[in-house]
């Protein structure tokens, strides 16, 4: 390019025979030259257009079962740490590609969710922008978050039908998060990394995963994913926007006997990292760090020697062990982070009939298979081994053909037949529909959610997802995924781009965009343990997967688009709830909302507990979104500064019952003295709402009597 420019200024030259022409043209060239190439570094510097958010999605507090243990008996009594939606969006600046990343802390997301996102989305014109196509949300599985949130009825009876406020303030909650990352969006980078992490998670169904080939398991190091990956969002100045991490574990360290809404370890770890960057949950623009939920099928955090064993507050301590064990694993791969992903952007999505999928026998090894309607086995009942129900006459690992249909001494069959007398459960009563026993041999059928009427129990008609982020394909799975499900897909998923001439790394966002229980190998199946019992659409369920992944990695190789498919049911219309809302709220006759029931002591030490109780109002009628029912508040100055939110590790929010019958209630403010607290006045204020008889909600606060922290 110098050249011609150089053979034009020569020919000027000749003709107007002037060096000083000569000379000023050849310094416009250069320095336009210099312009160019510093503009081009600063385009390598500059990847991708970035933004990151995050918003409250905490639901209701009080007197709700949570989703995730399935017991009626854990109906929520407040708050251990709030839950949260956390955006990460990546735009190409070539090609205005883009796709939205979000983490959030629940057990489950729904379609129901992702649905109203998508809506609410395009209701405040961001619609074709951010679409069903091109966003991913993963929930990280706490299993201590209200719960009634889902369209599919076998996800709702343990919360007595659908708790529509709970959805609301979900789907706003993420729709803030998004337009926050998307208001957020400035030039920058992301670095990536990959490490293994110890001493976190176990194999808790080693029986079933070591059913699977030897020489297959022999590839392998450990029985169990311990890869972390993480990625820095960085913009052009090299100021860390944001941390996306993905690592399998179940957020069971709270067990079923906790009642305070928890995000568990992987909210924990969120939480601790964003307190290391000074993170302001209420500011638009903030640092914002996620730990993702990975192939968590058959990952556990609790370990034999440090089980809970069903103990709130052993199971305290050991959320905050395993979260701030992620934390740290994270937070030294992001800090060591050299790579950078560079390249194009693309996303894929469809919807998929899983009732049934034919499925090639390059896949199955075993000639052309299917799918079929999704049910669930008897090991379904007796839950996972590290957080077993108390049901009586189920265990993991019951299977045909000792448990038969029609069977004599099959004595679950028999008490089976009572769910005919139970109105809907009649319907998805496995022991009427002897087909659907060979079909899904050799699990024998608890549930058949697929034969409810009008709609099935869970859903058929599911979506698939996969997102490419330079040299990493991120692959979006409705299903919690066990551990060599997890590697199979992996493998094929980068086997198939390595075939075309380019190296991926294949990450697995599991419980992603809809819920359809598990995923276990056609191996892991055959034991018919809770993980395979669970695994709804039978024994092929997971060559079904790889064979459509397959699908959706070519049409991104040979940038072709997918069909939608058929889109599953909206059931917005059709949900019932028979929980009782809040009728109304009262107190004693000689106290009133706020007032202190029991005081604070006049002095503590540091690493002491402070603890108060106020007379209170239902804290279900304002969930205070972006607010906070506590506050430790500290003198400075004359002027009460609040240094502690019921967001934070040292607080807990407890609300309790005080008469059904008065309506009233008591709420329970614990603030754990860190050791680095400043010595001086403190008090706690408590933020509340009462709803009167004519429906009215009125606003109230509280106050504790001044103490001194020593």
């Known amino acids: 390019m110098k050249c011609v420019f150089l053979t034009l200024i020569s020919c000027i030259a000749k003709l107007m025979r002037n060096k000083l022409v000569v000379f000023m043209c050849l310094l ?3 320095s336009t030259l210099s312009f160019t190439s510093q503009v081009t570094l600063e385009k390598n510097n500059d990847e991708y257009i970035l933004g990151v958010g995050q918003a409250d999605i905490t639901g209701p507090s009080a007197e709700i079962v949570m989703m995730g243990y399935a017991d009626s008996k854990q109906s929520n009594r407040g708050i251990h740490l709030r839950q949260r939606a956390r955006t990460f969006i990546i735009k190409h600046p070539q090609t205005s590609t883009s796709v939205v990343y979000v983490n959030v802390d629940l057990g489950m997301c729904f379609q129901s969710i992702k649905n109203g996102v998508v809506n609410k989305l395009a209701d405040k014109g961001h619609g074709k922008l951010y679409h069903d196509k091109n966003i991913m949300i993963n929930a990280t599985h706490t299993h201590n978050g209200p719960g ?3 369209h599919y009825g076998l996800y709702n009876v343990s919360t007595k039908g659908h708790i529509k406020e709970n959805l609301d303030g979900i789907i706003e909650g993420i729709t803030t998060s998004i337009i926050k990352a998307h208001n957020n969006l400035e030039t920058g980078y992301i670095e990536y990394s990959k490490g293994i992490v110890l001493g ?9 995963y070591n059913n699977n080939p030897k020489e297959e398991r022999e590839k392998y190091k450990y029985d169990i994913d311990k890869n972390m990956y993480v990625m820095n969002f960085r913009n052009s100045s090299g100021k860390l926007l944001g941390v996306l991490n993905w690592f399998a574990v179940h957020p069971t360290s709270m067990t079923v006997k906790n009642l305070l809404i928890s995000s ?18 209420s500011k638009d623009k903030t640092f914002v760090c996620a730990f993702a939920q990975s192939n968590c099928g058959d990952a556990s955090p609790n370990h034999s020697e440090q089980d809970p064993k069903n103990i709130p507050d052993k199971g305290l301590a050991r959320t905050y062990e395993i979260g701030k064990m992620q934390y740290e694993a ?3 791969l992001s800090d060591n982070a050299t790579d950078r992903l560079s390249g194009d952007l693309a996303f894929r999505h469809t919807y998929l009939d899983f009732s049934n999928i034919i499925v090639d026998k390059k896949y199955t090894g075993k000639g052309t298979k299917r799918t079929y309607g999704g049910c669930m086995g008897y090991s379904f009942a007796p839950g996972a081994e590290d957080n077993p129900t108390d049901l009586p006459l189920f265990y993991e690992g019951m299977k045909q053909p000792e448990y038969s249909l029609n069977d004599a001494d099959n004595y679950i069959e028999k008490v089976q037949r009572l769910l005919n007398f139970v109105p809907k459960f009649k319907e998805i009563n496995g022991a009427k529909y002897p087909k659907l026993w060979k079909e899904h041999y050799p699990k024998p059928i608890l549930f058949a ?7 099935a129990w869970t859903p058929q008609i599911i979506p698939i997802q996969l997102f490419t982020i330079g040299n990493v394909a991120i692959a979006g799975i409705p299903a919690e995924v066990t551990t060599m499900s997890a590697r199979r897909l992996k493998t094929r998923i980068e086997d198939i781009f390595k075939e075309s001439g380019k190296e991926y790394t294949a990450i697995i966002s599991g419980l992603s965009n809809s819920y359809t229980s598990y995923l276990a190998t056609p191996e892991e199946y055959d034991k018919q343990h809770y993980e395979g019992a669970s695994t709804q659409f039978g024994k092929w369920t997971l060559p079904a997967y790889i064979q459509e992944f397959d699908k959706l990695a070519l049409t991104i190789i040979n940038d072709i688009d997918i069909t939608t498919g058929l889109l599953p049911p909206d059931l917005t219309d059709k949900q019932v709830c028979f929980e009782t809302p809040v009728i109304y709220d009262n107190t004693l006759a000689w106290d009133d909302f706020g007032d202190v029931e029991r005081d604070v002591k006049n002095s503590y030490n540091k690493g002491e507990t402070v603890k108060v109780e106020f007379w209170s109002g239902h804290p279900n009628n304002d969930f205070r979104h972006g607010g906070s029912f506590l506050e430790v508040q500290y003198k400075l100055g004359g002027k009460w500064i609040t240094v502690a939110y019921d967001w934070d590790i040292e607080t807990r929010y407890e609300w309790k019952r005080h008469s059904v019958i008065l309506g009233t209630s008591i709420s329970k403010v614990i603030w754990e003295i860190p050791k680095d607290a400043l010595s001086g006045k403190y008090r706690i204020k408590h933020n509340g709402a009462y709803k009167k008889i004519t429906g009215k909600i009125i606003q109230y606060h509280g106050y504790s009597r001044e103490f001194i922290v020593k």
């Open 28 to 30: 416009l060239i250069f």
């Open 148 to 150: 009634g949130y889902s």
């Open 200 to 208: 976190i998670n176990k194999n808790r169904s080693l029986e079933a």
């Open 264 to 281: 568990d370890n992987k909210g924990t770890a969120s939480y601790l990292f964003e307190k290391s960057m000074n993170t302001d949950y």
């Open 330 to 332: 994270a937070k030294k």
């Open 449 to 455: 959610t697929c034969k409810a009427t009008p709609d």
